[in-house]
């Protein structure tokens, strides 16, 4: 048997903001909230398709708390347009918050490396003729 990704958590310092631009770029709604643990400040969002948890597709868990470190990071999200080309796409998601990210790439790549509202990276790939 093998395991399946079923959430990312991104800490945020916003998730109220990082919720509506995710759910407006994955086309992804609110599935719940929680309250941090007794003695834990901070509350988290979990966004998700509109079928709700279990699918194909990961969850994601917007969790507040200290702002996150700045750097790296090893986990980012890749997205692909589902109904529109590449170009078309990137102008959606800079409309709606995103700005172009540099992280040393050459210019060269079929993808557009971004930054959500709060500098998070994130690659935009060309749309998937065969999605997994």
Same mark, same amino acid.
Request: with cysteine; glycine share 12%.
């Given at each position: ?22 759910? !407006? ?5 609110? &599935? %719940? ?5 007794? =003695? $834990?400040? +901070? ?45 078309? !796409? ?5 409309? &709606? %918050? ?5 992280? =040393? $790439?050459? +210019? ?25």
């Amino acid at each position: 048997m093998a395991c399946r990704i079923s959430e990312l958590v991104l800490d945020c310092g916003d998730p109220e903001m990082l919720a509506r631009f995710w759910c !407006e770029v994955l086309d992804f709604v609110e &599935l %719940g909230r929680e309250q941090g643990q007794e =003695g $834990q400040e +901070g509350y988290a969002i979990e966004i998700g398709p509109r079928e709700g948890f279990g699918g194909p597709q990961p969850t994601i868990i917007l969790r507040s708390g200290n702002e996150p470190e700045q750097g790296k990071p090893r986990l980012h999200i890749d997205v692909n347009p589902t109904d529109r080309d590449q170009d078309a !796409e990137l102008e959606r998601l800079l409309k &709606l %918050g995103a700005r172009p990210a540099d992280i =040393g $790439q050459t +210019g060269e790549e079929q993808w557009n490396v971004l930054a959500d509202p709060e500098g998070n990276a994130f690659c935009l790939l060309k749309a998937r003729l065969n999605p997994l």
